[in-house]
T-cell receptor, first 111, second 114 residues
Framework: RKEVEQDPGPFNVPEGATVAFNCTYS??????FFWYRQDCRKEPKLLMS???SGNEDGRFTAQLNRASQYISLLIRDSKLSDSATYLC????????????FGTGTSLTVIP | NAGVTQTPKFQVLKTGQSMTLQCAQD?????MYWYRQDPGMGLRLIYY???????DKGEVPNGYNVSRLNKREFSLRLESAAPSQTSVYFC?????????????FGDGTRLSIL
């Protein structure tokens, strides 16, 4: 079983919509979680860390649900510039602190 | 701000050829990483260096070697390239090794092995 799994999408949403992605992780010992954004043929860029209490950065909100072993990313008021692939990451001592990346969820925001 | 710099950006090799991918960071980070990214597979760790002078295997190390030349530079070598090593290679760095340390990526090397 993969350490991290994501729905690949694609998600096609109109501008201004709210969209949410979930990402499940297989090992309950995972301690740290991140969301990265990757534009086509570019490098992954850190979007936000995911904290136990949940955290918000402008239009982006990340949540962690340890009981169900998933993290989520909510994007409000979607912009055309939000079109990208979103990668989730899980890590912990059980992985030797290695990052395990999901395969990514593709988002296209339509005018 | 250069951040993490990778060279070359693109490379085409023939099976059996060797080459070295270069990576340098100017953020004074202690830890550096090499990943490969393949369609449907996500990013997979090849090797990493927690600090200058140390290197360790990641998830997919076979066919690769690495050298942590100094704190800034971490190179990845393919001794005898195989078509299965066709991929996009990313170098990354973090301030320290640790599951809570975000990693920052270079813009990648696109490598094709014929």
């Amino acid at each position: 079983r993969k350490e991290v799994e994501q729905d690949p999408g694609p998600f096609n949403v109109p501008e201004g919509a709210t969209v949410a992605f979930n990402c499940t992780y297989s090992n309950s010992a995972s301690q740290s979680f991140f969301w990265y954004r990757q534009d086509c043929r570019k490098e992954p860029k850190l979007l936000m860390s995911v904290y136990s209490s949940g955290n918000e950065d402008g239009r982006f909100t990340a949540q962690l649900n340890r009981a169900s072993q998933y993290i989520s990313l909510l994007i409000r008021d979607s912009k055309l510039s939000d079109s990208a692939t979103y990668l989730c990451v899980a890590s912990g001592f059980h992985t030797g602190n290695q990052f395990y990346f999901g395969t990514g969820t593709s988002l296209t925001v339509i005018p | 701000n250069a951040g993490v710099t990778q060279t070359p950006k693109f490379q085409v090799l023939k099976t059996g050829q060797s080459m070295t991918l270069q990576c340098a960071q100017d953020m004074n980070h202690n830890s550096m990483y090499w990943y490969r990214q393949d369609p449907g597979m996500g990013l997979r760790l090849i090797y990493y260096s927690a600090s200058e002078g140390t290197t360790d295997k990641g998830e997919v190390p076979n066919g690769y070697n690495v050298s942590r030349l100094n704190k800034r530079e971490f190179s990845l070598r393919l001794e005898s390239a195989a078509p299965s090593q066709t991929s996009v290679y990313f170098c990354a760095s973090s301030e320290f090794e640790g599951s809570n340390q975000p990693q920052h990526f270079g813009d990648g090397t696109r490598l094709s092995i014929l």
